[in-house]
T-cell receptor, first 115, second 107 residues
Framework: KAGVTQTPRYLIKTRGQQVTLSCSPISGHRSVSWYQQTPGQGLQFLFEYFSETQRNKGNFPGRFSGRQFSNSRSEMNVSTLELGDSALYLCASSPRGGDRFEKLFFGSGTQLSVL | KNEVEQSPQNLTAQEGEFITINCSYS?????LHWLQQHPGGGIVSLFMLSSGKKKHGRLIATINIQEKHSSLHITASHPRDSAVYICAVSDTDKLIFGTGTRLQVFP
């Protein structure tokens, strides 16, 4: 079974631009969650989707958004990029989503650099 | 004060040593997770537990709900155990992470 796939692996953008990151969960997994990891703040929860609906959201500004498609693939978008958005963005999928953070399977992440 | 505290922040050990990493939390939780992150970023979920104790190979995780404390033990440590170990707690609508413990095991 293929693991969680995130694309692209690396991305360089400039301030003010927007970016879209993609996450394909493990086949059959219906919950996808997104996380930001920086050296200063560590790992922080962004949001979680289940059956195309955002169920939970972390404490991030509205510039961070996401969506989930009917095949459970998910995208996250960051608009008007700031230098502080430079981070490793990770997504994770979980099988049923009944317990919203049951065993998580992580992708390798997208390393975003904002110049 | 962080809602999830881990100790120690850094840990070095000789191969074969018994290792303990601690996690304390101050919020109500539905479950506690132990994650392992190797250089390069990949994260693996080691355990998810809401009570008692779980064991997988050389890894043992325990949780004391009353004391709001969990420990991750590694028996007979090996250099391949070198990684960052992250504790996270979940409630109904969010996941909160500790800052991680960096473990280095030397041959």
């Amino acid at each position: 079974k293929a693991g969680v796939t995130q694309t692209p692996r690396y991305l360089i953008k400039t301030r003010g631009q927007q970016v879209t990151l993609s996450c394909s969960p493990i086949s059959g997994h219906r919950s996808v969650s997104w996380y930001q990891q920086t050296p200063g703040q560590g790992l922080q929860f962004l949001f979680e989707y289940f059956s195309e609906t955002q169920r939970n959201k972390g404490n991030f500004p509205g510039r961070f958004s996401g969506r989930q498609f009917s095949n459970s693939r998910s995208e996250m978008n960051v608009s008007t990029l700031e230098l502080g958005d430079s981070a490793l963005y990770l997504c994770a999928s979980s099988p049923r989503g009944g317990d919203r953070f049951e065993k998580l399977f992580f992708g390798s992440g997208t390393q975003l650099s904002v110049l | 004060k962080n809602e999830v505290e881990q100790s120690p922040q850094n840990l070095t050990a000789q191969e074969g040593e018994f290792i303990t990493i601690n996690c304390s939390y101050s919020v109500g939780i539905s479950a506690l997770h132990w994650l392992q992150q190797h250089p390069g970023g990949g994260i693996v979920s080691l355990f998810m537990l809401s009570s008692g104790k779980k064991k997988h190979g050389r890894l043992i995780a325990t949780i004391n709900i009353q004391e709001k404390h969990s420990s991750l033990h590694i028996t007979a440590s090996h250099p391949r155990d070198s990684a960052v170990y992250i504790c996270a707690v979940s409630d109904t609508d969010k996941l909160i992470f500790g800052t991680g413990t960096r473990l280095q095991v030397f041959p």
